[in-house]
Structures are given as C-alpha cells and as structure tokens.
C-alpha cells in the first residue's frame, strides 16, 4: 500500500505554526510548534506519529523506520530517509525536527582529545570531550550543566547547577560526536560530514596512531557494534567508549541518563554495548543500585579519600554518605565481577590524600569489602584559584605500587588535551575565576542545600 494512503491528511501543510503541545504528555513542542525526536524512545515516537493523524499500525511502522534513521544512520534531514515515501517526508518535517546541540567551538588538541562546547536550546553551555587510544575511542559525557555538589578539587564544583540535561541533549552528544567522527555507516547519506582540511591535517600530525588510522576492511575492531554488512567508513569505530564523566553528577539526574544510555544501548540504533559504557558518580549511594539495575553499565566511582576528614572536605557528599555506606553499596552493585570490576578513581592532590599510608588503607578497605575493583589514579588537573597541586610524579609511582603489589590494578591515567584543558571533570571552557570568598559562600550554599 502507498505510504500517501495512510495518512489522513496527504499534502496538509499548517499555514501558521502551531502549537502542539498536547500531542503526547510529557513531550513540549518548540516554540515553532515542531517535536525534536532526538530523545524519544521509538514508542514515543509512535504516539506522536498517531496524534498527528497516522493510524497506529502505520505509526508503529514509521516510527520503527524513522528510528533506524535517527539511530543508526544518524540522518539529520528528513529527506534522506529514502524508504519512506517522498511524500511522506515533508509531512514528517512539517510536524518534527531532528535535533542537535549547537556547537559553539570545537577543540582538537595535538594527543588527538577532541573538546566541544555546546549550548542548549535555551542558551546554556557544556561540553564533552572524546579521547582517542590505539585500542578504544573514549566519550566524556556530561549530565548536568554545572554541578550541585562541590567537590574541592574539580572546577565544576565551582559552578551553580543551571540545569539537568535532558535525554536528547545527552543522546545528541553522542549523536553529535558520530556525526564529528564521520561514522555513521553508508557516508553517502547526507549527515556524514567529510573531514575539513584542518582536520585532515590534524589527524595526519595526530601522535597517537589510532587517530586518523584506518581500520582493515571488514574487520570490526570491536565485536559490540552491530555491524552493518561492513558499511562503515574506513575511519569509523573511533568512538568505542562512553563515560558519564562530563560536568555534573549523573545519578542525580537519574530518569533522563537512563533513558538516554537505553537510547544508547538500543540495538536497532547506536546498539553500544552496556560493557562500553561507564558511570562516575561521587557516591550518590540510594541511587546506586537502581543505577545497576535499570541500566546495567560498569561503575566508576569518585573515592579520592580513605578517611573520613579528608573526604569530607575534598568530596563534602561524604558528609551525607560516608566511606563504610558507599563501599557497601559499591560490594552490593549489581553486576560487578571480576568480569565487570568497579573503577575507584583517585586524584591525586599533594599532601593530601597521597601518603604511602593512604595507599595502604585504600588497599585495606577494598579488600575488606571484598570489591572487585581496578584503581585509575588521576594526576590532579589544576585551574585557576584551585586550592590544591597535583602530588609529584614519584609521589604517585610509589602510590601506585603500593596499590599494585596488593594485587589491584593502578594504572596512572596519562593526563590528554592539557593544550587545550580537555580533562573530563573540568570541562569548562572560559575558567572565570572566583574569589576565594565568593566560592566559600558558594559552597556554604551547596552544603546546605546537600542537608
Ligand atoms: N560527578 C561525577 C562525574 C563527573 S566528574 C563524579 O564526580 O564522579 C569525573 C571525574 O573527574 C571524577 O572522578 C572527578 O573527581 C574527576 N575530576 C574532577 N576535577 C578534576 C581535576 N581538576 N583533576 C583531575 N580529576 C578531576
Ligand atoms: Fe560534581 Fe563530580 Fe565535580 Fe564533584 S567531581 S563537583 S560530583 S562533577
């Protein structure tokens, strides 16, 4: 049957933008009257396509086409999804729009790390980082603009919440980075965008040999990704690798990560396996195993401290869920195995959490709770008005040796992008730097806030 004879109105062009906002509940039009699909779970997507005049068999089955098209092919333009009929495709665009955060600048530092700023549609900016390795392609994602929790050390800290992500504008970062990469597969279609010279060149002076270096032909590097017949692009497959690592504290935006790592998990669109994809949280402890449970990704976990004292001030959630609290939580996380081991990431602040007693008491307390767990010890990323160096590089060796001859991996993550002050967790752009005064009070609000 002709795709015309299902729709109720063929050829029925709104005059006027109008509002819809009681399409679908819970879904808020733009100001145009248009919907953003990006976000929407392909059920959503199908109730908006009857609402709009579609019967539901017929809704159902677009909205299974249009998903493949958002997700899989990464198409931005209605007129490319070339199994739905031509004139089916402005009727589509009349009534829906396939979003994206707008980029503000893109960063390529000379390791290869990639940093975007984005701004929402309403204005506000964030970034996220990607940061190539021989063997993976790794993601920065954030959650949140700004952060409400306070973290001595990270610049993020430092900053008021404006808001929680939505699910689209989590899910466009990805969307927006595949689009950046170049590989979505079939780059015939519209949305894969061809290297500009600078990038050609960027990735030709790349240092790290997985940039720019194309993978052998029908050889997956990664048996997770739902191959397309070999239809990726030579320099595709770069992005491997997500961590919810980004500005703001995912568990406390809980509904919108979820639903948009189950966007990201979908087989029949970016179909990132669950095991390529990592949660940090700073010790969020009532969300924890709901996190393990509805999603199901590895865990990281912001530790930085085996005291109480020291914890309290570096990450002041500590206050609320102590070390014993948050260790158990972590021992009960559903999901973890040697298989799948919890990431305790530890920076690393001179005279502060660094001592050859502090290693010993990390090493005690992960095994008396008996955790499966890897330690990533993170050289401490200074900015402006930070109150805390980074330990010296054979502090951190004998640190991590400690740790290591205990039988729990410690490996000292390479810091990447400093040239251009890429590091996840301190992903903002223009370092305004508040007075030491200025930020006391700020704190003084997020821990009251905290309770
Ligand atoms: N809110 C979550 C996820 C975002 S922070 C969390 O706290 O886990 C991601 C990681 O970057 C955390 O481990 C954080 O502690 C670390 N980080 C933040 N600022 C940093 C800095 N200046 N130097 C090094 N690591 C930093
Ligand atoms: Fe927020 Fe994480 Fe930074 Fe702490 S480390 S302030 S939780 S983003």
């Known amino acids: 049957?002709?795709?015309?004879?299902?729709?109720?109105?063929?050829?029925?062009?709104?005059?006027?933008?109008?509002?819809?906002?009681?399409?679908?509940?819970?879904?808020?039009?733009?100001?145009?009257?248009?919907?953003?699909?990006?976000?929407?779970?392909?059920?959503?997507?199908?109730?908006?396509?009857?609402?709009?005049?579609?019967?539901?068999?017929?809704?159902?089955?677009?909205?299974?086409q249009v998903f493949h098209w958002l997700y899989h092919r990464g198409v931005t333009d209605f007129a490319d999804m070339t199994d739905i009929a031509k004139a089916m495709r402005p009727w589509l665009a009349e009534r829906f729009v396939i979003g994206r955060p707008e980029i503000v600048e893109a960063q390529h530092s000379s390791d290869g790390t990639r940093k975007w700023l984005l701004r929402t549609a309403d204005g506000h900016d964030f970034e996220m980082v990607f940061i190539p390795d021989a063997d993976r392609g790794t993601l920065c994602v954030s959650s949140q603009v700004g952060c409400t929790l306070n973290c001595r050390f990270c610049h993020t800290g430092t900053m008021r919440l404006v808001r929680n992500l939505t699910v689209g504008e989590i899910v466009g970062q990805v969307m927006l980075a595949r689009d950046a990469l170049g590989e979505w597969p079939n780059a015939n279609v519209s949305s894969r965008q061809t290297p500009g010279p600078a990038e050609v060149l960027a990735n030709a002076l790349s240092t790290n040999p997985a940039e720019g270096s194309p993978a052998v032909p029908g050889q997956a590097r990664d048996d997770d990704w739902d191959e397309d017949g070999g239809s990726y692009s030579a320099d595709g497959r770069l992005l491997t690798n997500i961590v919810m690592m980004g500005m703001g504290e995912p568990l406390y935006n809980f509904d919108n990560v979820r639903d948009a790592l189950k966007l990201v998990m979908d087989g029949d669109g970016l179909a990132l396996s669950k095991r390529r994809i990592t949660l940090s949280t700073s010790g969020v402890v009532p969300k924890m195993a709901q996190c393990g449970e509805e999603i199901g990704v590895n865990l990281a976990v912001s530790l930085h401290a085996v005291t109480k004292d020291v914890r309290d001030e570096i990450v002041p959630i500590n206050r609320k869920y102590g070390i014993e609290e948050l260790l158990q939580a972590c021992a009960d996380y559903p999901g973890a195995s040697n298989a799948r081991r919890?990431?305790?990431?530890?920076?690393?602040?001179?005279?502060?959490?660094?001592?050859?007693?502090?290693?010993?008491?990390?090493?005690?307390?992960?095994?008396?709770?008996?955790?499966?767990?890897?330690?990533?010890?993170?050289?401490?990323?200074?900015?402006?008005?930070?109150?805390?160096?980074?330990?010296?590089?054979?502090?951190?060796?004998?640190?991590?040796?400690?740790?290591?001859?205990?039988?729990?991996?410690?490996?000292?993550?390479?810091p990447r992008g400093r040239d251009i002050d890429a590091a996840c967790g301190q992903l903002k752009t223009a370092a305004e730097r508040k007075s030491r005064a200025e930020l006391e009070r700020l704190y003084a609000e997020k821990e009251a806030a905290l309770g």
């Open 1 to 64: 049957m002709p795709d015309t004879t299902l729709m109720p109105i063929p050829g029925h062009i709104d005059p006027m933008p109008v509002p819809r906002a009681n399409l679908v509940e819970g879904v808020t039009p733009r100001e145009d009257g248009r919907v953003d699909l990006i976000g929407l779970p392909k059920k959503r997507i199908a109730e908006l396509f009857e609402a709009a005049g579609l019967d539901a068999k017929a809704a159902k089955l677009r909205a299974k």
């Open 342 to 414: 919890i990431t305790f990431e530890y920076v690393m602040l001179k005279d502060k959490n660094d001592s050859d007693d502090d290693a010993r008491e990390l090493v005690r307390l992960l095994k008396h709770y008996r955790l499966p767990a890897k330690v990533n010890l993170i050289p401490f990323n200074p900015w402006p008005g930070a109150p805390y160096e980074c330990s010296t590089p054979e502090r951190i060796r004998a640190f991590s040796d400690i740790v290591f001859e205990a039988g729990i991996s410690a490996p000292v993550r390479t």
